[in-house]
């Protein structure tokens, strides 16, 4: 569903023409904010016996969903303990009356060894976002009855698949769901966006994970001003909860300037106990003129948000964009890269070590025909004023990009994103650095079909290996949902 053959992308705002990332397009789901669950040395040490069937970057496996009679695809993934992983997105499923064939949320939960079950719900829509709990429980957010606006729904099952509850659906007007997130507590926090008239706003709602009770649908939710003529949509991201459950919802606000439409990169916090706003950032660009932020990360007492910044018109380069902000959303530093060069620069994805050193991912291109993408990771210090490394891949299709980015407990770092192959059709690229930026190795895996495939998320399981979800093409043009299994 995501779409990046081009790096500038008109979409019509309310009232203008904005400049939006195109990967932002109808979904590239994932922005989730890949879940990472930290590897200790002792369970290292625990699992090097089994490590050693493997050659690091092998590719384990590979577990597809969807077939010429029943097509699926992918669009959010998560981890969760024992080495589960869980993917989420659409399946066609059979119906009595016409169309034959109906499009429902489906969700798939994989074990280590590449086990899983396959549920898919009654309505017609798609899941847009998953999470896993502590006890293995899965929780899917989808948007349902589209052709009549959509509503946003959660549903839960069991760690072995048996459903336990589909929350009321929540209608605000127009409706979607974008990310979900479980908090400390086991509650499930749900983002999304919502039209209640004219424009579009953000959602936060929070649920009971015991029988989906809504306990609240967040009144500091972020949306734009009717009665202003001069405000316009509000966008959604991306979704992060701090330690004790504070909520931080990242995108983008527009308002109009001297008759002319600018975005804002925008984080909002809201309260975990009754979803009132808390605090709230909107970026300033130093160079050009709008923003946005496309991931989020919450760390200790550090919010990080990446993105880009734009200019009006699309002849002047954009330019990659790290923030870095206190938990109440005062920023503490900031650094645009790429300004005033003649190259177009992008972070998708951020991660922070235990010291605060933060490591971005993204992409770097020539603004002209032919130009090329080339995959950019860094490593910044803690103020965001040195790069402490950087490593790129710019393969000889000239094309690829970073998208999600992990960390291990010893420091390696891991990333996945989209590399263009021989006939400009895009394969999902996986690439593992060492601490000090090393590559040390890098895959390709195409699902074999004429059409782009594409990941929706990368997590590293518990069981030593390296987990990329995707939606891909195979064979005949089939869309089909599919799990990468790496060893680490």
């Not at 669950?37 to 069937?53: K, W, Y």
């Not at 949306?223 to 001069?230: I, N």
């Not at 300037?257 to 600018?262: A, S």
């Not at 690229?429 to 040390?440: D, E, F, H, M, N």
Request: proline residues 5%; charged residues 20%; positive net charge.
């Amino acid at each position: 569903m995501h779409v990046i053959a081009t790096h500038s992308r008109n979409a019509q705002a309310a009232g203008g023409v904005r400049l939006r990332a195109p990967r932002l397009a109808a979904r590239r789901t994932p922005r989730r904010t890949a879940l990472t669950i930290a590897l200790a040395l002792l369970s290292l040490l625990l699992l090097a016996a089994e490590a050693q069937a493997y050659v690091p970057g092998q590719l384990i496996f590979a577990k597809r969903i969807g077939s010429s009679t029943s097509e699926a695809g992918a669009w959010a993934m998560a981890a969760g303990p024992n080495g589960a992983t869980a993917i989420a997105g659409w399946k066609m499923v059979p119906q009595a009356g016409p169309p034959p064939m109906v499009q429902v949320p489906m969700v798939a939960r994989y074990s280590a060894g590449g086990s899983r079950w396959l549920m898919t719900y009654t309505a017609p829509g798609y899941a847009q976002d998953v999470a896993i709990d502590r006890s293995g429980n899965v929780y899917v957010a989808a948007t349902i009855n589209p052709s009549s606006g959509g509503d946003i729904v959660v549903l839960k099952y069991n760690a072995a698949g048996v459903f336990k509850w589909a929350t009321t659906p929540y209608d605000g007007g127009v409706d979607s769901a974008r990310e979900i997130a479980v908090d400390g507590a086991g509650n499930v926090v749900v983002a999304g966006s919502s039209n209640p008239g004219a424009k579009m706003g953000i959602v936060v709602l929070k649920y009971a994970a015991a029988n989906g009770t809504m306990m609240w649908a967040g009144p500091g939710g972020f949306f734009p001003s009717l009665s202003d003529p001069d405000s316009g949509n509000c966008y959604l991201n991306d979704l992060a909860l701090g330690a004790t459950g504070d909520i931080y919802v990242a995108g983008s606000s527009e308002h109009r300037v001297g008759g002319v439409w600018i975005e804002s990169a925008l984080v909002v916090k809201l309260a975990a106990s009754d979803g009132v706003r808390t605090a709230g950032f909107v970026y300033e660009p130093l160079h050009n003129v709008s923003s946005w932020f496309d991931g989020l990360t919450v760390r200790g007492s550090t919010v990080i948000g990446v993105g880009e910044t734009v200019a009006t018109t699309a002849a002047k380069p954009e330019d990659a964009l790290v923030v870095r902000l206190s938990l109440s959303l005062a920023q503490k530093y900031r650094k645009e890269w790429g300004a005033g060069n003649k190259t177009g620069e992008w972070f998708g994805d951020a991660v922070i070590d235990g010291k605060g050193n933060v490591y971005v991912t993204g992409d770097q291109w020539l603004n002209r025909p032919g130009g090329y993408d080339k995959a950019v990771t860094m490593k910044l210090n803690p103020k965001l004023s040195k790069v402490l490394w950087k490593a790129t891949y710019l393969p000889s299709t000239r094309g690829a990009e970073g998208w999600y980015i992990a960390r291990d407990s010893l420091g390696n770092i891991f990333v996945s994103g989209a590399k263009d192959n021989s006939r400009g059709d895009e394969d999902i690229l996986t690439i593992k650095y060492s601490p000090t930026g090393a590559r040390k190795w890098l895959k390709t895996w195409s699902g074999g079909g004429p059409d782009d495939d594409e990941p929706n998320g990368m997590v590293l399981g518990t069981k030593g290996g390296v987990y990329v979800g995707g939606q891909v093409t195979g064979k005949g043009d089939i869309s089909q949902a599919v799990l990468l299994k790496y060893q680490r």
